[in-house]
């Protein structure tokens, strides 16, 4: 099993249809619209933008476990990222990423050890589900090292 196995909802409901994602390199991100970090959306949106269309899909997963810093509804959290960011990537429902009701696609991402720490955490899962990288909170979406892995993993 892989993420792309994994069934999660779209935010703005339905499927998210993870398993069309399977020939791409998947930035997962677990996303918030009042934290410190917010701002990273728009540099998830620029790489978004200038990777999408040589396989790169950056999937934007919220969640409220940091701080309560997503209490927003669907609807709200769409809202925040549209006229805020102008986010055209897709995003899931929000979904808890630590602790026993810890998301099937974080379980994939991370299995029942180590939890994630904050939010905008990155993983950068490799054509097929294997987590190729993984980075920290304060690793800008632009940082040459998210670059590098995901140049090195994306077809010339």
């Known amino acids: 099993m ?3 196995d994994v069934d999660i909802d779209a935010l703005t409901g339905g499927p998210a249809g993870l398993a069309k994602h399977r020939d791409n390199v998947v930035l997962v991100v677990n996303v918030a619209s009042r934290c410190g970090l917010t701002p990273q959306y728009a540099g998830l949106e620029k790489l978004y ?3 999408a269309a040589r396989g790169l899909t950056v999937l934007g997963v919220p969640c409220n476990q940091f701080g309560d810093q997503e209490p927003g509804t669907a609807a709200e959290i769409d809202e925040f990222c549209q006229v805020n960011y102008g986010v055209s990537f897709p995003l899931t429902e929000k979904v ?8 099937p696609l974080y379980r994939e991402l991370i299995g029942d050890g180590e939890d994630i720490r904050w939010n905008f955490e990155k993983f950068v899962v490799a054509p097929g589900g294997e987590v190729a990288a993984r980075f920290g909170s304060r690793t800008e979406p632009q940082d040459e090292q998210i670059l590098a892995v995901v140049e090195k993993l994306l077809p010339r």
């Open 2 to 4: 892989t993420i792309y």
């Open 49 to 51: 933008a200038t990777y």
């Open 96 to 103: 808890d990423v630590n602790g026993p009701a810890r998301h």
